[in-house]
């Protein structure tokens, strides 16, 4: 299994526009991994989980051939996760040529709010609607909390996030037949420390890879998202029940400027509590 890390950075990217905290003012002045995009990841070539606003910068910066995609999972639908823009350029309208079929996997309050934002590029778009989603080349797929379900040569299982109930939105379990990864991005403590675990254990799933959470830093209070403290009781409590081992990968995404630090010192932070920080363009090979 081959991840690609197209963006790491929580809602605004980061340096945010008009910050002069630590973390920004490093972005600027070193450039390089500190500049992050938001979060988006590539398994394979072909499937992308949430399909975000810097999806082309992404493509850009780091060789990816996004006509290559097949298959797209949608945690949820809010701005920095899902790009409008991106989807109706599908259409025969703006003399796209022969765009392969993609197809889409979410839960169907994120398509029906998704749905929503495309409306305000094309009035009337519906992905519930056949003709819409024909006209767009998707193959839409409802999905719910719990469901294990087929995606070209990958077994999925959607998990439940408490990050937005409107938006029912989920974590993924990703099985590609010889590895698992489980990207828990949007996630709080609570579900995850008294769910998502719970279901790993029950059903005797070990990971080889972890990608999670780590919009806050140690000193920061959060509720929909993880701090520091959060993601180590986390892996730790994986540990303890045998999710994860020594060979896990386990790395921190979804990373805000508040009260993290420039990405060598997070790097060393990390390194004492046993995961790695990821950074946009970063390739991992499971396997």
Known sequence: MKITFLGTSAAHSSPLPFCTCTVCKTARELGGKDLRKRSSLLINEDLII?????LMTASYSHGIDTTKIRYWLQTHSHSDHFSSAHVITRMAEYATLDPPLLSLFASRQCIQNMSGYLEKEEPGVDLLDPEWACRLQIDVNCV?????????SYTMTAL???HDVRDCSHLYLVNDGSHR???GLDADENTLMNETIGYFSD???YLDAVILDHTYGYNVEADNHLSAKGFIAIITEMKKRGIINQDSRVFASHISHEGTLPHDEFVVFAKQYGYEVA?????????
């Open 279 to 287: 950074f946009d363009g970063l390739v991992l090979n499971i396997g």
């Open 203 to 205: 059903n005797k799933v």
């Open 144 to 152: 719910d909390h719990g469901e294990e379900f087929k995606c070209g």
């Open 160 to 162: 439940r996030s408490a």
């Open 181 to 183: 990864l489980f990207y």
């Open 50 to 54: 949430d399909l975000g606003p810097d």
